[in-house]
């Protein structure tokens, strides 16, 4: 497998990451003392990728990784609109409603997940890279976990307070912010040793 194939399957797997929060997210997990969207388990791993790719071809290409990825949320939401508003034929009508249900976002919360995601992936990759200007090519886990750890933080605190907040709940909303951040950091740290084998299998 030649350079071009190994960053399309990067690519591809990222994509893949980003589409499945957007269409899965909405299902919130509990397990003991914890709740969570079940898009917690792949948001980071797009971080991770970010970090990947900028270590080996720079910024601008992980800028690439994100424009792509925005293009496609995009044309998801309008094609998930549409979808919605086609008439269903008279077999589908018992399934009609529970489509909806499932596929129905507000257009609120489809602006905040696009707009936490362009900002904090970008941040994310801006961060790396800064680190990586001041402290050379070692470190790499420094790197990765400080730059996800902050866009992480941004991506949450952004989408929280755009699809949530309202006047007098943003003691609410804090509420949330701090236990999804924290879950993400401890699934950036768990992917620190992936980051090394990404960075490593790119290069080879």
Excluded at 5 to 30: M, P, R, T, W
Excluded at 67 to 91: E, M, W
Aim: glycine residues 4%; positive net charge; contains cysteine.
């Amino acid at each position: 497998m030649d350079k071009t194939q190994k960053l399309d399957l990067l690519l591809a797997a990222y994509i893949a990451c980003i589409v499945a929060a957007e269409l899965l997210g909405s299902k919130i997990f509990q397990f003991s003392f914890i709740k969570a969207s079940v898009g917690i388990f792949v948001l980071p791993i797009t971080f991770t990728i970010n970090d990947i790719v900028t270590e080996v071809y720079g910024k601008a290409r992980a800028k690439s990784f994100i424009r792509s990825s925005l293009f496609i949320l995009i044309g998801l939401a309008l094609y998930n609109l549409l979808a919605l508003i086609l008439p269903p034929a008279k077999r589908f009508l018992e399934s009609n409603d529970a489509y909806n249900l499932i596929f129905a976002k507000s257009l609120r919360i489809t602006l905040a997940s696009l707009t936490a995601f362009f900002l904090s992936e970008r941040l994310d990759v801006y961060v790396f890279s800064k680190i990586r200007e001041k402290l050379g090519t070692k470190n790499l886990w420094l790197r990765n976990n400080l730059s996800n750890f902050i866009g992480q933080l941004f991506d949450t605190t952004t989408f929280m307070l755009l699809a949530f907040f309202t006047p007098g709940n943003f003691s609410f909303v804090l509420s949330l912010i701090w236990p999804y951040w924290l879950l993400k950091c401890f699934m950036s740290v768990i992917e620190t040793p992936f980051t090394y084998l990404g960075v490593r299998w790119l290069k080879k």
